[in-house]
């Protein structure tokens, strides 16, 4: 019999940085909490608290499980019905359940006071942080409720779609007090191009309809119900399809494949077929994109936030592993170069932040400020490009940040960085955002009007931010061609982000002008001018 090897230790383990969660995401960010102050969403200030230590604990152990055991697909069951379940880890449902419980996709349409729209956002900022799978679905609830609030038929719809319940059961609607909502706008031959939908709508002698045809990417396919986009008889209508029929029947579709995809894995996305699926029109027949485009500025002020909280994820990862880690005989966010790239990710973290947040406002406040509706309409559109486009570089230089540790799933930052593209996606390509932010400036006679009164309202604070507005301008007179679309939504961008931060009066907000509109700034992070006192810059950023 062999006898056991000894034990022995083979070395101490030092110099690594202790573990990241156990913290309050809110407390920690300075930046959000004076845009929310700023931004008109101080009477949340406690629910944003309460959900910053949830979102820094509970939520950040839990996105790990979401994201180990991805969602599987179960056509058929044992005895051969199809059954079409997506069956998916525990920790998914528990997400879900706290998000939806504390407002995530409904505090917006509950609370009527002012600023809602702004706690909302932030509590979806907090949320994304810990787990960006289960903000899909969330995003999409949130945002569909401004679709079906139009209809008076689908009022049940809607406030149940606000309430603070998540009900995770394969039921009809009619036996649920919360639920929640997915999309199916793509099909393969059309991508954004949704007016060359091929899927039909038929109407029925009731008034409902059937759809027949294909969905490309069809997002959380569990949810209880669906908008979907068909052709009917007068054009591309919106409808409201039901996973569940009144009755307790399935409805008649079929998921086909989970995606395999880049990206969350905690979260399903999926192909399916419509075979005749019931559905109730939503809005005019002919009118789809009209019927849908409320919904459309709330899921891309929610890709802003996304990528937002995306950054502001990994710069506090980076932050806090370079501050407990040496290298080279001290701290390594003591070292020159190091620091010059924190600081640099710290900028441009709040900068896209506040610049979010100031987006949040506007949506807020659009339902009865026509000059705030007018600046939602672009600022989304540019804010979304912008943001998200930033998002995937950030993130990877604070995986360098990290080493090779950067690279291995228990520090989170390559989840971030799979998750990182997507906004740049879903709602409309970069392409398609910046042609939308030129079609506005040619074609809806406020657009430039509050563009230029929201830069025009910090001038004369800083040299170089009105030599930057004045060049723009020149930009705009000379009628950019749609191939400069990225050019002009671009500067709009930066100029927009510098005219937040000088409002604010943030102590980032020369860097950011300096770095970013002066030209004082490499193609790279971690090219800040001289004079920056890159230490404040990195103690506001994680105090």
Same mark, same amino acid.
């Given at each position: 019999?062999?006898?056991?090897?000894?034990?022995?230790?083979?070395?101490?383990?030092?110099?690594? !940085?202790?573990?990241?969660?156990?913290?309050?995401?809110?407390?920690?960010?300075?930046?959000?909490?004076?845009?929310?102050?700023?931004?008109?969403?101080?009477?949340?200030?406690?629910?944003?608290?309460?959900?910053?230590?949830?979102?820094?604990?509970?939520?950040?152990?839990?996105?790990?499980?979401?994201?180990?055991?991805?969602?599987?697909?179960?056509?058929?069951?044992?005895?051969?019905?199809?059954?079409?379940?997506?069956?998916?880890?525990?920790?998914?449902?528990?997400?879900?359940?706290?998000?939806?419980?504390?407002?995530?996709?409904?505090?917006?349409?509950?609370?009527?006071?002012?600023?809602?729209?702004?706690?909302?956002?932030?509590?979806?900022?907090?949320?994304?942080?810990?787990?960006?799978?289960?903000?899909?679905?969330?995003?999409?609830?949130?945002?569909?409720?401004?679709?079906?609030?139009?209809?008076?038929?689908?009022?049940?719809?809607?406030?149940?779609?606000?309430?603070?319940?998540?009900?995770?059961?394969?039921?009809?609607?009619?036996?649920?007090?919360?639920?929640?909502?997915?999309?199916?706008?793509?099909?393969?031959?059309?991508?954004?191009?949704?007016?060359?939908?091929?899927?039909?709508?038929?109407?029925?002698?009731?008034?409902?309809?059937?759809?027949?045809?294909?969905?490309?990417?069809?997002?959380?396919?569990?949810?209880?119900?669906?908008?979907?986009?068909?052709?009917? !008889?007068?054009?591309?209508?919106?409808?409201?399809?039901?996973?569940?029929?009144?009755?307790?029947?399935?409805?008649?579709?079929?998921?086909?494949?989970?995606?395999?995809?880049?990206?969350?894995?905690?979260?399903?996305?999926?192909?399916?077929?419509?075979?005749?699926?019931?559905?109730?029109?939503?809005?005019?027949?002919?009118?789809?994109?009209?019927?849908?485009?409320?919904?459309?500025?709330?899921?891309?002020?929610?890709?802003?936030?996304?990528?937002?909280?995306?950054?502001?994820?990994?710069?506090?990862?980076?932050?806090?592993?370079?501050?407990?880690?040496?290298?080279?005989?001290?701290?390594?966010?003591?070292?020159?170069?190091?620091?010059?790239?924190?600081?640099?990710?710290?900028?441009?973290?709040?900068?896209?932040?506040?610049?979010?947040?100031?987006?949040?406002?506007?949506?807020?406040?659009?339902?009865?400020?026509?000059?705030?509706?007018?600046?939602?309409?672009?600022?989304?559109?540019?804010?979304?490009?912008?943001?998200?486009?930033?998002?995937?570089?950030?993130?990877?230089?604070?995986?360098?940040?990290?080493?090779?540790?950067?690279?291995?799933?228990?520090?989170?930052?390559?989840?971030?960085?799979?998750?990182?593209?997507?906004?740049?996606?879903?709602?409309?390509?970069?392409?398609?955002?910046?042609?939308?932010?030129?079609?506005?400036?040619?074609?809806?006679?406020?657009?430039?009007?509050?563009?230029?009164?929201?830069?025009?309202?910090?001038?004369?604070?800083?040299?170089?931010?009105?030599?930057?507005?004045?060049?723009?301008?020149?930009?705009?007179?000379?009628? !950019?061609?749609?191939?400069?679309?990225?050019?002009?939504?671009?500067?709009?961008?930066?100029?927009?982000?510098?005219?937040?931060?000088?409002?604010?009066?943030?102590?980032?907000?020369?860097?950011?002008?300096?770095?970013?509109?002066?030209?004082?700034?490499?193609?790279?992070?971690?090219?800040?001018?001289?004079?920056?006192?890159?230490?404040?810059?990195?103690?506001?950023?994680? !105090?």
């Amino acid at each position: 019999m062999m006898s056991a090897l000894p034990a022995f230790e083979t070395h101490e383990v030092t110099n690594q !940085p202790p573990p990241f969660g156990g913290r309050n995401l809110w407390a920690d960010d300075v930046a959000l909490a004076d845009a929310v102050q700023r931004e008109g969403g101080a009477a949340f200030i406690g629910a944003l608290q309460a959900y910053g230590g949830i979102a820094g604990d509970t939520l950040y152990r839990l996105g790990f499980d979401a994201n180990r055991d991805r969602p599987r697909l179960r056509t058929h069951d044992a005895q051969g019905h199809r059954i079409d379940t997506v069956e998916f880890h525990p920790a998914y449902h528990q997400l879900m359940d706290l998000a939806k419980r504390h407002g995530v996709a409904g505090l917006s349409w509950q609370d009527g006071r002012s600023g809602a729209h702004v706690a909302r956002a932030a509590l979806s900022f907090l949320h994304h942080q810990a787990e960006a799978g289960t903000s899909c679905p969330l995003t999409m609830t949130h945002a569909a409720v401004a679709v079906l609030r139009q209809d008076p038929l689908l009022a049940d719809w809607a406030e149940k779609a606000a309430a603070p319940v998540y009900d995770p059961r394969d039921v009809p609607m009619a036996d649920k007090a919360g639920i929640t909502l997915g999309m199916g706008m793509t099909e393969k031959q059309g991508g954004s191009d949704v007016r060359s939908n091929t899927t039909r709508a038929e109407l029925r002698e009731d008034g409902s309809y059937a759809l027949v045809g294909h969905k490309w990417f069809f997002s959380a396919p569990m949810s209880d119900a669906f908008l979907v986009l068909a052709q009917a !008889p007068a054009g591309l209508t919106c409808f409201l399809m039901p996973r569940r029929l009144a009755n307790g029947n399935r409805n008649a579709f079929r998921v086909m494949r989970l995606k395999d995809k880049l990206g969350d894995w905690s979260n399903a996305s999926s192909e399916v077929e419509l075979c005749g699926a019931w559905a109730r029109r939503v809005g005019e027949e002919g009118r789809g994109v009209a019927t849908i485009i409320g919904m459309v500025m709330m899921t891309r002020l929610d890709c802003m936030l996304g990528a937002a909280a995306e950054m502001r994820m990994a710069l506090a990862q980076a932050l806090h592993h370079t501050r407990h880690r040496s290298a080279f005989g001290r701290r390594l966010s003591e070292q020159p170069l190091m620091a010059n790239v924190l600081a640099d990710l710290a900028i441009e973290s709040e900068a896209a932040t506040a610049f979010a947040m100031r987006v949040a406002r506007a949506v807020d406040q659009a339902p009865h400020d026509a000059h705030e509706a007018a600046f939602a309409r672009i600022a989304t559109a540019v804010g979304k490009y912008w943001v998200c486009k930033r998002a995937a570089v950030f993130v990877n230089e604070a995986q360098e940040c990290l080493g090779g540790a950067g690279y291995v799933e228990e520090s989170m930052l390559p989840r971030l960085y799979r998750q990182a593209p997507l906004n740049s996606i879903w709602e409309g390509s970069g392409n398609i955002q910046c042609l939308d932010v030129l079609r506005a400036l040619a074609r809806e006679p406020q657009a430039l009007p509050v563009l230029e009164a929201e830069l025009d309202s910090v001038s004369g604070i800083d040299a170089n931010y009105d030599a930057a507005v004045q060049a723009l301008r020149a930009v705009l007179s000379a009628t !950019p061609s749609e191939a400069q679309a990225r050019v002009v939504t671009e500067r709009l961008a930066l100029l927009l982000q510098a005219a937040v931060l000088l409002r604010a009066q943030s102590p980032v907000a020369e860097a950011f002008v300096r770095s970013r509109l002066a030209g004082e700034h490499g193609m790279a992070f971690g090219t800040l001018p001289e004079g920056i006192d890159l230490q404040a810059v990195m103690s506001r950023a994680l !105090p």
